[in-house]
């Protein structure tokens, strides 16, 4: 089984960016514990991330066929982008939607998810912990499923 983890933008200023909201670990710390994780539980992980709008669509796409699951914290994009969803729409490969800070306890524009209505669930507030549920209860439905 292959799984892929998308993170959109500024998350690759984890641990220096606000770490009061954000927590202190780096994106590369979070991707090291997720892989050690992959390893345990015998399943492949692939993680990508990118500032542009564009780029995260085009790696969308290109899971089509290669994961049986995506993790996904598009950042800002969650909020914005029509585009993201209609890639995952698009693929129809179950997702879960994730955040390290909890989005409803923040601004009003926050509030609102493009991707959560076809998300097989959402994971936010945990930190880093975030990740790692997120992944369990993709991996617990997909086992379920096959």
């Not at 796409?61 to 969803?85: C, D, F, K, P």
């Not at 909890?102 to 998810?113: D, I, K, L, Y």
């Amino acid at each position: 089984m292959r799984l892929l983890v998308i993170s959109g933008p500024n998350l690759n200023l984890l641990g220096t960016r606000e770490p009061e909201i954000y927590g202190s670990s780096s994106l590369k710390g979070i991707e090291t514990l997720l892989q050690t994780k992959a390893k345990q539980e015998n399943i492949e992980l692939d993680c990508f991330q990118s500032n542009f709008e564009g780029a995260l669509v085009d790696r969308i796409q290109q899971a089509s066929g290669q994961v049986e699951g995506i993790l996904i914290n598009a950042g800002a994009y969650t909020h914005t982008s029509i585009a993201i969803r209609d890639a995952l729409l698009g693929i129809q490969i179950p997702y879960v939607e994730l955040h390290l800070s909890n989005t409803f306890a923040r601004e009003p524009f926050r509030h609102n998810s493009f991707l959560a209505d076809h998300a097989l669930g959402i994971v936010s507030g945990f930190g880093v912990m975030s990740y790692t549920l997120a992944m369990e209860g993709l991996l617990a439905h997909l086992r379920q499923i096959n």
